[in-house]
């Protein structure tokens, strides 16, 4: 999920669910260590914090590979610390899902997928 400070603008911020992390991967950090552990939607995660350029990025590891998964995204926002949280003012711009290979190819099969986003 990116989010941006004008609609239609540069994303600033981006969160990244990873349910599941092999091959050794890892996410992007600015200390390589956890800023917090979290559970949403039952499912144990760790998160980091870390920079892609001038973004910044949350993401969300899941601790155990997780085949299925369902739940409120917001969550994941509430779950951001206070001195490293999102501004309220950012709109939602994009919201993907997919792989991400660091090394040779993936393959997501998905049987039901689907995004809604409720304004404020």
């Known amino acids: 999920m990116f989010t941006a400070s004008t609609l239609g603008g540069n ?10 992390a092999i091959g050794g991967t890892g996410p992007l950090s600015n200390t390589g260590k956890p800023v917090k552990e979290v559970n949403v939607g039952c499912v144990d995660f760790s998160l ?12 969300f590891v899941a601790a155990n590979t997780t085949n299925s998964f369902s739940t409120d ?4 926002f509430d ?15 994009n919201v993907q899902a997919g792989t991400e290979p660091f090394v040779g190819n993936g393959t997501l099969t998905v049987s039901k997928y689907s995004a809604a986003v409720h304004t404020v």
């Open 48 to 59: 980091y914090h870390g920079k892609n350029g001038n973004m910044t990025v949350y993401s």
């Open 73 to 76: 995204f917001k969550q994941f």
């Open 79 to 93: 779950e951001l610390p206070a001195n490293n949280s999102i501004a309220p003012e950012q709109y939602l711009i």
């Open 11 to 20: 994303a600033e911020y981006e969160v990244m669910v990873w349910l599941q």
